[in-house]
């Protein structure tokens, strides 16, 4: 299983999940369910924001786990 690592990201440089809400253009809820692993697909657009306001490659925004859901 693929997993969005944000919140590892956004931890390891003292950021909170509402910096990242003011920045990101989207509903605090979708948001939220993205950034905690509840979605199923992300959109294109929605990793290159995620990409450009966190300075980092999108192979950084990911991880592989052995779990599955």
Do not use: H
Request: hydrophobic share 35%; net charge neutral.
């Amino acid at each position: 299983m693929v997993r969005l690592r944000v919140l590892e990201i956004l931890a390891e440089r003292n950021l909170t999940k509402y910096w990242l809400y003011k920045r990101i253009e989207m509903s605090y809820q979708n948001m939220n369910r993205m950034l905690n692993n509840e979605t199923t697909s992300i959109r294109y657009d929605t990793l290159d924001k995620l990409s450009t306001i966190l300075d980092c490659p999108i192979g950084e925004l990911f991880e592989k786990t052995s779990e599955e859901k």
